[in-house]
């Protein structure tokens, strides 16, 4: 019913920009802070950057300065603008909402399928 679907992953060189997009759909009440999470191989899901409904953000130490997340309220939409990507941000990137579904009334995370990010020459 409530769905979080990104899009936008795929292969890029070093020091190249990527934008990665997420959308909600379903019977949704409200929608509070918003993220990206990432995967590396064989490590565990990492925050990346949050935004809140009010657009107040926070990102990881490691992509300071090189991504910027942001949302669209109206669409229902969180993006991450990535650029100077490095290898080692390689990974699955995960979308995540705070949310209040007209099916359940009460608030809780929501996770989106993720998308592949590859840093690589």
């Known amino acids: 019913q409530v769905q979080l679907v990104e899009s936008g992953g795929g292969l890029v060189q070093p020091g190249g920009s990527l934008r990665l997009s997420c959308a909600v759909s379903?019977?949704?009440?409200?929608?509070?802070?918003m993220g990206w999470y990432r995967q590396a191989p064989g490590k565990q899901r990492d925050l990346v950057a949050t935004i809140t409904g009010g657009g107040s953000t926070k990102y990881a130490d490691s992509v300071k300065g090189r991504f910027t997340i942001s949302r669209d309220n109206a669409k229902k939409m969180v993006y991450l603008q990535m650029k100077s990507l490095k290898p080692e941000d390689t990974g699955i990137y995960y979308c995540?909402?705070?949310?209040?579904?007209?099916?359940?009334?009460?608030?809780?995370?929501?996770w989106g399928q993720g998308t592949q990010v590859t840093v690589s020459s």
């Open positions: 379903g019977s949704i009440v409200s929608i509070g802070v």
């Open positions: 995540k909402a705070a949310m209040i579904t007209r099916a359940t009334s009460t608030i809780g995370d929501y």
